[in-house]
T-cell receptor
Framework: NAGVTQTPKFRILKIGQSMTLQCAQDMNHNYMYWYRQDPGMGLKLIYYSVGAGITDKGEVPNGYNVSRSTTEDFPLRLELAAPSQTSVYFC?????????????FGPGTRLTVL | AQRVTQPEKLLSVFKGAPVELKCNYSYSGSPELFWYVQYSRQRLQLLLRHISRESIKGFTADLNKGETSFHLKKPFAQEEDSAMYYCAPRLSGNTPLVFGKGTRLSVIA
């Protein structure tokens, strides 16, 4: 199993540009999450999904959108990039209560908005 | 308000010294508690969960419901323990993990 994969690893955007951060997992996990990690601030939840077709906002959803058309994929969309979105983005997945509560993380995408 | 607090941003200890990373939470009910670790240039990974009551890499964590704490301890720190440590409660099975701001542990040779 590849686990949780994220692409790209790094990206530099100009203000106002848009992009999609890709996340995929091959563990048939029901739950998927997007966090951003800022220095000294820990991880903040952006969006999450409890299954295909279901998404919900986390703590800091503004400026982002997600979709979950399949169990495997959970892309994060930035429509109008702003410098405040400079961060490291982590995707994570979890099977669910019956299958265990450990959350598995991807390697992260480092995004810089200039 | 539901909150998790890791009071130390940075903790430096000498190799072989005991280490304790503090975590306090303010949640109603009985949250499930986890410690995650991020080594340099690696992804976050699970270190401990309170329901397992296990010791991983020499680390233990005891849930103290009276003090609402879940401190991470190790009697003898090693250089390879240097990393970022996050305390993370989950209120119920379907809710996402909430992460503390993290404590960077630096073990000095």
């Amino acid at each position: 199993n590849a686990g949780v994969t994220q692409t790209p690893k790094f990206r530099i955007l100009k203000i106002g540009q848009s992009m999609t951060l890709q996340c995929a997992q091959d563990m048939n996990h029901n739950y998927m999450y997007w966090y951003r990690q800022d220095p000294g601030m820990g991880l903040k939840l952006i969006y999450y999904s409890v299954g295909a077709g279901i998404t919900d906002k986390g703590e800091v959803p503004n400026g982002y959108n997600v979709s979950r058309s399949t169990t495997e994929d959970f892309p994060l969309r930035l429509e109008l990039a702003a410098p405040s979105q400079t961060s490291v983005y982590f995707c994570a997945s979890r099977r669910g209560e019956a299958g265990g509560n450990e959350q598995f993380f991807g390697p992260g995408t480092r995004l810089t908005v200039l | 308000a539901q909150r998790v607090t890791q009071p130390e941003k940075l903790l430096s200890v000498f190799k072989g010294a005991p280490v304790e990373l503090k975590c306090n939470y303010s949640y109603s009910g009985s949250p499930e508690l986890f410690w995650y670790v991020q080594y340099s240039r690696q992804r976050l990974q699970l270190l401990l969960r309170h329901i397992s009551r296990e010791s991983i890499k020499g680390f233990t964590a005891d849930l103290n419901k009276g003090e609402t704490s879940f401190h991470l301890k190790k009697p003898f720190a090693q250089e390879e323990d240097s990393a970022m440590y996050y305390c993370a409660p989950r209120l119920s099975g379907n809710t996402p993990l909430v992460f503390g701001k993290g404590t960077r542990l630096s073990v000095i040779a």
